[in-house]
């Protein structure tokens, strides 16, 4: 079989941050550090796969973290309408990462079966673990459900030829990382498990965790899981966008030819 090409479409950003935000223990904490939000597209001629699908405008107002792009409109250069996609692996429900599955009325979800059961247990009792979710996010993954349009994985397993979700945990129960079969070698979308190449590099914790140790040893699997580190993909470092080729569109960057330079930070 062929290979998949992969697109990151970035559709939000968050300037107003600090090293604080994405670090723990981190010494220069009230530094300045931006985030990027982003959606990525698998692509292998007529098949389609959409990992994650970003938030909306309403979310956007309620949480005060506006989108430059609506999901829907930032898919469109790659010809992507929501009606046609019918798979998307949510990498896990929070509320940037799940927050347009509304959007996508005919897709079936591939969800592992620890994120939905931490997304609506006990855990949820909890104001700062329930932060990152929204729960007509979550309300929306259980209608899915109920329609017959999840498909739950317990670990690894294979979405599509060439396409695999593991589950990391740690930044949330259930955190999958998507492995992909490029020309470039293995890439992996690693989603939360890594915000930012430096949380991969230097083993540096994101501060928001359910599970330290399998965050730290997640860092371990996304190296081993991909062809090289060049090839794992941040959920949400801004410095994708200086490494990465651009795109057929501003906001979109083409992942699966291989860095232009090499991964530093």
Request: a negative charge; hydrophobic letters at 40%; charged letters at 20%.
């Given at each position: 079989?062929?290979?998949?090409?992969?697109?990151?479409?970035?559709?939000?950003?968050?300037?107003a941050?600090?090293?604080?935000?994405?670090?723990?223990?981190?010494?220069?904490?009230?530094?300045?550090?931006?985030?990027?939000?982003?959606?990525?597209?698998?692509?292998?001629?007529?098949?389609?796969?959409?990992?994650d699908?970003?938030?909306?405008?309403?979310?956007?107002?309620?949480?005060?973290?506006?989108?430059?792009?609506?999901p829907?409109?930032?898919?469109?250069?790659?010809?992507?309408?929501?009606?046609?996609?019918s798979?998307?692996?949510?990498?896990?429900?929070?509320?940037?990462?799940?927050?347009?599955?509304?959007?996508?009325?005919?897709?079936?979800?591939?969800?592992?079966?620890?994120?939905?059961?931490?997304?609506?247990?006990?855990?949820?009792?909890?104001?700062t673990?329930?932060?990152?979710?929204?729960?007509?996010?979550i309300?929306?993954?259980?209608?899915?459900?109920?329609?017959?349009?999840?498909?739950?994985?317990?670990?690894?397993?294979?979405?599509?030829?060439?396409?695999?979700?593991?589950?990391?945990?740690?930044?949330?129960?259930g955190?999958?990382?998507?492995?992909?079969?490029?020309?470039?070698?293995?890439?992996?979308?690693?989603?939360?498990?890594?915000?930012?190449?430096?949380?991969?590099?230097?083993?540096?914790?994101?501060?928001?965790?359910?599970?330290?140790?399998?965050?730290?040893?997640g860092?371990?699997?996304?190296?081993?899981?991909?062809?090289?580190?060049?090839?794992?993909?941040?959920?949400?470092?801004?410095?994708?966008?200086?490494?990465?080729?651009?795109?057929?569109?501003?906001?979109?960057?083409?992942?699966?030819?291989?860095?232009?330079?090499?991964?530093?930070?």
């Amino acid at each position: 079989m062929s290979d998949w090409e992969v697109h990151a479409v970035k559709y939000a950003d968050r300037n107003a941050r600090t090293r604080a935000d994405s670090f723990i223990f981190d010494d220069n904490h009230d530094a300045p550090h931006p985030m990027d939000y982003f959606m990525w597209v698998l692509r292998r001629g007529a098949e389609v796969i959409l990992v994650d699908t970003g938030y909306d405008s309403n979310e956007a107002a309620a949480r005060g973290r506006p989108i430059r792009l609506d999901p829907v409109a930032s898919l469109a250069p790659l010809g992507v309408r929501p009606e046609d996609i019918s798979q998307v692996i949510v990498t896990h429900l929070h509320y940037d990462h799940a927050g347009g599955l509304h959007l996508f009325p005919n897709a079936t979800l591939h969800i592992q079966a620890a994120e939905m059961a931490y997304a609506t247990g006990p855990c949820m009792c909890h104001d700062t673990l329930r932060m990152p979710f929204t729960a007509d996010h979550i309300c929306e993954a259980i209608k899915r459900l109920y329609s017959g349009k999840v498909i739950f994985h317990d670990g690894d397993a294979q979405v599509a030829e060439g396409v695999t979700v593991h589950c990391i945990g740690g930044h949330s129960r259930g955190l999958q990382a998507v492995r992909v079969r490029t020309s470039a070698g293995w890439l992996v979308l690693a989603s939360d498990a890594a915000h930012f190449y430096e949380n991969l590099i230097l083993r540096k914790p994101f501060p928001i965790v359910v599970d330290l140790e399998n965050m730290l040893t997640g860092f371990d699997t996304l190296e081993r899981l991909a062809t090289s580190r060049d090839l794992i993909i941040p959920g949400h470092d801004p410095k994708v966008t200086q490494f990465y080729p651009q795109g057929i569109a501003d906001h979109i960057w083409r992942l699966d030819l291989g860095p232009i330079s090499k991964v530093t930070l």
